[in-house]
């Protein structure tokens, strides 16, 4: 079984910064892909950012230049550092792991943007 901790998230205020980290553990081979989703409040979940394996990065128009994604592949955590971040980057952030044809997710963690 695979395991998705997130971590690093709660309140910050606009303009500032905040770094949220999820830790994959459990029987984990062949990741092809590890990303960051976030749900708002009365919204759908969507795409913040993924990394590939091989460390190609995509993200959403509204973070793009505001926010980074990395990966640590040995201890198979991903980065999502959100600079600047502003009051519509309030949301459960969500962590997704693909794996062979499989995605697993984590509980999520809440970031609060303050204005």
């Known amino acids: 079984q695979v395991q998705l901790v997130e971590s690093g998230g709660g309140l910050v205020q606009a303009g500032g910064s905040l770094r949220l980290a999820c830790a994959a553990s459990g029987y984990i081979f062949s990741v092809r892909v590890m990303g960051w989703y976030r749900q708002a409040r009365g919204k759908q979940r969507a795409l913040v950012a993924t990394?590939?394996?091989?460390?190609?990065?995509t993200y959403a128009d509204t973070v793009n230049g505001r926010f980074t994604i990395s990966r640590d592949k040995p201890k198979n955590t991903v980065y999502l550092k959100m600079h600047s971040p502003n009051t519509e980057d309030t949301a459960v952030y969500y962590c997704?792991?693909?794996?062979?044809?499989?995605?697993?997710w984590g509980h999520g963690t809440q970031v609060t943007v303050a204005s």
């Open positions: 997704d792991l693909a794996m062979g044809k499989y995605s697993y």
């Open positions: 990394i590939t394996s091989s460390g190609t990065t």
